[in-house]
């Protein structure tokens, strides 16, 4: 039989071992996305709520937000569920709803990621142009144009993955439906063009990279020729944070896809695939929220206007 529904569900083994320490990392699991929750949840009501943060970078900020709760909801909740259950199984639907959602989660996260760098880009080098080149239809034409590409290669990558056989041994080496262990499982024939759709991918990746890497360099050349040490000390505290983000997700993005094709699994695997799935959706709050003037600002306001509606009303039962 070379059919994949001979396949209900599949284990995955990345964190075995005994309950203890299984209930261990579902705790430290939670703790994380309680605080990835709290933190993507508050950025996207600040700048959805606040006029004043009604702009291309928090617009893109806001969507950035939301695909890193997706990609987090996708695979830690089952993570956290399966530790303190003290089992490892996860059904065929369930798989392919992993897989579908971190990819488009990432791809979209990364080309979002892009389209930040290069609203940058035209705010520090062209500030007189930027109203008008980045306006309300530019800014939702790239974030749609994010949506769409990350919505065609999710596809592509699911539809290509579970068009395998994946008959006797069912063991995933990782902590959720990950694609190159899914494919090194498979006993298909056709496991080759998946792979190569992955290099594809990845060859696309790195384009992003090198346009981040040109955004920024053309940035930090402007950047060094402001006189005021307030004015250097702003752009680079609004470039830095994105360029840290962006280095942190794609490094073990490219760690967790490139080292189980060329090699074999291992637990370092598994730790990058953790990096890279839950450490930009929980590092981008504090990134952007904490250490950003606007934001705090922002948050203020909301806590401010929840106090006063809050005494409103009590004044209005008294």
Known sequence: MNNISVVPEFLLVGFAGPWKLQVFQGGIFMVIYLAALMGNGLIIIITSLDPCLHKPMYFFLRNLSFFDLCLISAVVPKTIVNSLMHSNSISFLGCVAQVFLVAFSAATGLFLLTAMSIDRYIAICHPLHYDVIMNRVTCFQMAS??????????????????????????????????????????????????????????????????????????????????????????????????????????????????????????????????????????????????????????????????????????????
């Open 145 to 318: 144009l994010s949506w769409l590409s990350g919505g065609m290669i999710s596809v592509i990558h699911t539809a290509g993955t579970f068009s395998l056989s994946y008959c006797g041994l069912n063991e995933i080496r990782q902590f959720f439906c990950d694609i190159p262990q899914l494919l090194a499982i498979s006993h298909s024939k056709h496991v080759t063009v998946e792979i190569v759709l992955i290099l594809i991918t990845l060859v696309l990746d790195f384009c992003c990279l090198i346009c981040i890497i040109i955004s920024y360099t053309y940035i930090f050349s402007i950047v060094r020729t402001i006189q005021s040490s307030e004015g250097q000390s702003k752009a680079y505290s609004t470039c830095i944070p994105h360029l840290i983000v962006f280095v942190l997700f794609l490094s073990t993005a490219f760690g967790a896809y490139l080292k189980p094709i060329l090699g074999s699994a291992s637990f370092t695997d598994t730790i990058l695939s953790a990096f890279y799935i839950v450490l930009p959706p929980s590092l981008n709050p504090i990134i952007y929220g904490l250490r950003n003037k606007a934001m705090k600002v922002g948050l203020q306001k909301l806590i401010t206007k929840k106090l006063l509606t809050k005494g409103s009303l009590i004044f209005l039962q008294e």
